[in-house]
């Protein structure tokens, strides 16, 4: 089973500034992996799939990139919309599918 | 526009069953993936079961496997996931949601909690 790791668990960060969130496989996962915006009492939306796609509609200020083992999710400048938690996903080698613990975003 | 409803019982007893119904909208049902995944209140995700288009392949997650059941009726563009031998750590919030680019989950219901409580 691939084990996904992010961090950090908690991020806050003024808004305008950039935001670097962090996702780990403990295996190789080539470019399978996505990311998801969770807001407060709302469902999960894809933001970003096969690590550097967006998904329709999504701000162009939301971007992914790596491959392998190490990805990152960057907000190039905060939003007061953006404060949600952040999972990454990876879709390689399943089942199962399994989620990172999640980065929580908070305006400082 | 891609919509998911789901839609079951609340509120079970330990041992019990339970059928999630969810109804899609806005996309050719019979051309994609679907799956099930659950979110205990203020904790993360998890992936439980997926189904393919034709309703023949389908996986699921160890630890429910044996108690829980995907399947799919495309003629109605609706999946369910049937839960028997119910546990309180069931307790969840159980998201429809349809797998897009290979394996990432491109639309997702607004959920539906269920309940294992006496």
């Known amino acids: 089973e691939v084990v996904m790791t992010q961090s950090p668990a908690t991020l806050s960060v003024s808004p305008g500034e950039r935001v670097t969130l962090s996702c780990r496989a403990s295996?190789?996962?080539?470019?399978?992996l996505a990311w998801y915006q969770q807001r407060p009492g709302q469902a999960p939306r894809l933001l970003i799939y096969?690590?550097?796609t967006r998904a329709t509609g999504v701000p162009i200020r939301f971007s992914g990139s790596g491959s392998g083992t190490e990805f990152t999710l960057t907000i190039s400048s905060l939003q007061s919309e953006d404060v949600a938690v952040y999972y990454c996903q990876h879709y390689h080698n399943w089942p199962p599918w399994t989620f990172g613990q999640g980065t929580k975003v908070e305006i400082k | 526009e891609v919509q998911l409803v789901e839609s079951g019982r609340n509120l079970v007893q330990p041992g019990g069953s339970l059928r999630l119904s969810c109804v899609a909208s806005?996309?050719?049902?019979?051309?994609?993936?679907m799956s099930w995944v659950r979110q205990v209140p203020g904790k993360g995700l998890e992936w439980l079961a997926s189904i393919d288009e034709r309703g023949i392949e389908k996986y699921y997650l160890d630890s429910v496997k044996g108690r829980f059941t995907i399947s799919r009726d495309n003629a109605g563009s609706s999946v369910f996931l049937h839960m028997a031998g119910l546990k309180v750590d069931d307790t969840s919030v159980y998201y429809c949601?349809?797998?897009?680019?290979?394996?990432?989950?491109?639309?997702w219901g607004q959920g539906i909690l269920v309940t294992v409580s006496s």
């Open positions: 295996q190789t996962i080539k470019s399978k």
């Open positions: 949601v349809r797998e897009v680019g290979g394996g990432a989950f491109g639309g």
């Open positions: 806005g996309f050719v049902f019979s051309n994609f993936w």
């Open positions: 096969g690590a550097s």
